[in-house]
């Protein structure tokens, strides 16, 4: 089971409430964010992105020392998370950041998929 080879999405293929990704993304702007009413904890909102375009990463506590600019993050078990009808890329629990010092990365800072809002529809069926 450790020999399976991880299959790794590209930024465009992201989609709403997607989880069990893994993604290799390069760290484009990282920024330490005040949580209002919750001192505990820390918040860090990172521009991250691959050849295909670019999407906001949530970085919580351990994580935010990992990302720094022009850092390049191989993600496991990520998840998007809604944020007022727009998508973010997180970690949580049961997943896995690591710093890849060998990989270069060009991005795509044309193609902002964090910048398309979505809007939640009911279906009665």
């Given at each position: ?81 809604m ?9 949580d ?30 279906v009665?069926?």
């Amino acid at each position: 089971m450790a020999d399976q080879k991880k299959q790794f999405t590209k930024v465009n293929e992201l989609r709403p409430l997607d989880n069990g990704l893994n993604l290799i993304v390069k760290v484009v702007n990282a920024k330490t964010v005040v949580q209002r009413g919750r001192p505990q904890g820390r918040l860090a909102e990172c521009l991250v992105g691959d050849q295909t375009g670019m999407i906001v990463f949530a970085a919580r506590n351990d994580q935010v020392d990992l990302v720094k600019d022009g850092n390049t993050l191989v993600l496991t078990n990520a998840k998007i998370d809604m944020f007022k009808g727009a998508m973010r890329l997180a970690v949580d629990r049961s997943g896995r950041i690591e710093v890849d010092s060998t990989a270069s990365l060009y991005v795509d800072e044309s193609n902002n998929l964090s910048l398309i809002e979505f809007e939640r529809v009911d279906v009665v069926v």
